[in-house]
């Protein structure tokens, strides 16, 4: 599970894994791993809709939106920037216990964000170089918005590149069971000045259909 932390996570990785998600794994493999994205200032966004949940977001120009079904039964979009793939767009779908019906269920918005970042110490706090650990984790603002949590953060492993995150949570009814939608936007560090205001618009442009 350690794994599912980490920003450069390999998708062979996870859609291997079968095991039954906890609700700290379910979080996490949401929004806070797998791929990132590049661009100058914002760009204008063309809408990806996802017809097998009915959601939709924005997507620059040329970034082809990629569906994967993995075998714990989360599914995955991703579009990377065909120009560096380092940069990119997922959303991941998990489903959930029905009567998980708002991200209340998993907790308030500090306690999710604690869930969001690597954690060590036992899962006590999240990673930081002053602490000793190989991975530095910081929570930089987050917000509740229409019953969605959102996040901005950086995940770095020592002797590694820093990334930037922006994430967003929601929960999505689903016939008659509850999905944890997670739509997620990422880069290097050194991209993510030019990045940002794109990046802030595919959160925003986030839609619930259904």
Not at 28 to 52: C, K
Not at 60 to 74: C, F, K, N
Not at 81 to 104: C, H, Q
Not at 195 to 206: D, H, N
């Given at each position: 599970?350690?794994?599912?932390?980490f920003a450069v996570i390999s998708l062979s990785s996870?859609?291997?894994?079968?095991?039954?998600?906890?609700?700290?794994?379910?979080?996490?493999?949401?929004?806070?791993?797998?791929?990132?994205?590049?661009?100058?200032?914002?760009?204008?966004?063309?809408?990806?809709?996802?017809?097998?949940?009915?959601?939709?977001?924005?997507?620059?120009?040329?970034?082809?939106?990629?569906?994967?079904?993995?075998?714990?039964?989360?599914?995955?979009?991703?579009?990377?920037?065909?120009?560096?793939?380092?940069?990119?767009?997922?959303?991941?779908?998990?489903?959930?216990?029905?009567?998980?019906?708002?991200?209340?269920?998993?907790?308030?918005?500090?306690?999710?964000?604690?869930?969001?970042?690597?954690?060590?110490?036992?899962?006590?706090?999240?990673?930081?170089?002053?602490?000793?650990?190989?991975?530095?984790?910081?929570?930089?603002?987050?917000?509740?918005?229409?019953?969605n949590y959102i996040y901005d953060y950086s995940i770095?492993?020592?002797?590694?590149?820093?990334?930037?995150?922006?994430?967003?949570?929601?929960?999505?009814?689903?016939?008659?069971?509850?999905?944890?939608?997670?739509?997620?936007?990422?880069?290097?560090?050194?991209?993510?000045?030019?990045?940002?205001?794109?990046?802030?618009?595919?959160?925003?442009?986030?839609?619930g259909l259904k």
């Amino acid at each position: 599970m350690l794994c599912l932390h980490f920003a450069v996570i390999s998708l062979s990785s996870s859609s291997s894994s079968s095991a039954p998600l906890s609700r700290r794994a379910i979080l996490v493999g949401g929004g806070a791993a797998l791929l990132p994205v590049h661009s100058a200032v914002a760009e204008s966004l063309e809408t990806y809709t996802d017809s097998r949940y009915g959601v939709s977001f924005g997507l620059p120009a040329g970034w082809t939106a990629v569906p994967q079904q993995l075998a714990d039964g989360r599914r995955l979009v991703i579009a990377s920037d065909p120009k560096e793939e380092s940069s990119n767009v997922f959303i991941a779908f998990t489903p959930i216990r029905p009567d998980y019906s708002s991200l209340g269920s998993f907790g308030t918005i500090d306690y999710v964000a604690n869930t969001v970042l690597p954690q060590c110490g036992d899962l006590s706090y999240a990673c930081s170089f002053e602490r000793g650990d190989g991975v530095d984790a910081k929570m930089l603002s987050q917000a509740s918005t229409k019953g969605n949590y959102i996040y901005d953060y950086s995940i770095e492993q020592k002797g590694g590149p820093k990334r930037r995150l922006q994430s967003l949570f929601t929960i999505q009814a689903d016939e008659g069971s509850s999905i944890l939608v997670g739509l997620t936007a990422q880069c290097l560090d050194d991209r993510y000045a030019g990045l940002a205001p794109t990046f802030k618009e595919v959160i925003s442009s986030y839609k619930g259909l259904k």
